[in-house]
Structure formats: C-alpha cells, structure tokens
C-alpha cells in the first residue's frame, strides 16, 4: 500500500509554545489529507480536512486559529497547534486519500504538554 | 444523525474464531472498511467493501450487507497478536469518512 509519513513521532513541549507536525505522502500525490485526534482509550476524532492549494475545512468545535493547517503541494500537509496546553496532549494522526476511496495513515505523532 | 455501532470490547481465546459487528446508518453509502489499531498505533487497513457478500483475505474475512446497514469482521485462527482495537469505518456520499468508536479485542490463552 502507499506509505505516508509523520514527523515527529513524539514531541514534549511547554505550555504556551507551538507545535508543527508534518505529514507526507511518499509514493503518491494526496489532493486530500486529514487531521485527526485520538484520545486514549478514545476513537479517531476527525479535526480537519486538508485539500491542496485551498483553506482546511475544520469539523465543529475545533478551533481553527489553534490548529493551523497548511497544505503546500500535493505531497505535504501542516498541523500546529499554537499555544499549545496540557489539554491539548493527545496522539495526532494524518491520513492521505488515494483514489477517492482508500485512506493511508501516517504513524501517529504522540503530543505531550508540559 | 450518521451513526455507526460496534461492540466496545469482545474476548475470545487463542486459535479459536471471533466476529465483529458494525452497523451504520449514514447519508449515503461508498463502502465499508475495516483497520485494525493497536495501542499507541496508527489504525491500519484491514478491508474494504462495496458489494454486498463475503471478501476473505488470509484468516481475517469482512461481510457486508448494504440492504440492513451491517458487516462483520471475522477472525480466524486467533494469535496473541490479533488482539487491539479494530476500527468500523463507512465512506458517505461525500467521499468522508465516519468511524466508529472502535472495538477493543482481547485474546486470552
């Protein structure tokens, strides 16, 4: 299948400082990448939808400002999270749409704040 | 509303078979997939269904029935390995899609 990547797989930071992850596609070329949260214990929680070249559509009660995504090129795609707290420690996932149907899902980034 | 049910959590013991259930009710319908998660682990792609009927692949095998909304996992051949949570996910009419909440599997010896 195709491989997507996530950098870094784990990150401790302070309250109050940002985040960036990164999410590349490696062997394909993602119109549409998606952002998503998990809790432990805790389903995949949808944040935002990623298409290139165009403003993310976030789902309702995620903040936008927060959670910054960017979507430069076909290939990668941006989640910072901007002053960032304790409560937004959390295991962040991206997945890349291949082919209009299946998603690929990058490893998992593991938040931790401070 | 869009709604997917799955059991929270089944067990089931070493070498023996399991099913799990997951039925939907969604806007639209552009199939059916089934990803495995272990614990601290991205989900990965177990199976994918669009017709109704049976797709096996190795000792995990996924139904689908379109007219009442359900499918099912079944897991043969159970191995230590097998256990984690296994994620119920529908496709809708706009291409997204909606999850399950994910049923955590416990495989005892």
């Known amino acids: 299948g195709a491989v997507v990547s996530q950098h870094p797989s784990w990150v401790i930071c302070k309250s109050g400082t940002s985040v960036k992850i990164e999410c590349r596609s490696l062997?394909?070329?993602?119109?549409?990448m998606f952002w998503y949260r998990q809790f432990p214990k805790q389903s995949l929680m949808l944040m935002a939808t990623?298409?290139?070249?165009?403003?993310?559509?976030?789902e309702q009660g995620v903040e936008k400002d927060k959670f910054l995504i960017n979507h430069a090129s076909l290939t990668l795609s941006t989640l910072t999270v901007t002053s960032a707290h304790p409560e937004d420690s959390s295991f962040y996932i991206c997945s890349a749409k291949f082919a209009d149907v299946e998603q690929f899902f990058g490893p998992g980034t593991r938040l931790t704040v401070l | 509303g869009q709604n997917i049910d799955q059991p929270t959590e089944m067990t089931a013991t070493e070498g023996a078979i399991v099913q799990i259930n997951c039925t939907y009710q969604?806007?639209?319908?552009?199939?059916l997939f089934w990803y495995q998660q272990h614990a601290g682990e991205a989900p990965t792609f177990l199976s994918y269904n669009v017709l109704d009927g049976l797709e096996e692949k190795g000792r995990f095998s996924s139904f689908l029935s379109r007219s009442k909304g359900y499918s099912y996992l079944l897991l043969k051949e159970l191995q230590m390995k097998d256990s984690a949570s296994y994620l119920c996910?529908?496709?809708?009419?706009?291409?997204?899609?909606?999850w399950g909440a994910g049923t955590k599997l416990i495989i005892k010896p």
């Open positions: 062997d394909f070329q993602a119109t549409t």
């Open positions: 990623s298409n290139e070249g165009s403003k993310a559509t976030y």
């Open positions: 996910a529908v496709m809708d009419s706009n291409y997204q899609l909606i």
């Open positions: 969604t806007s639209g319908f552009n199939g």
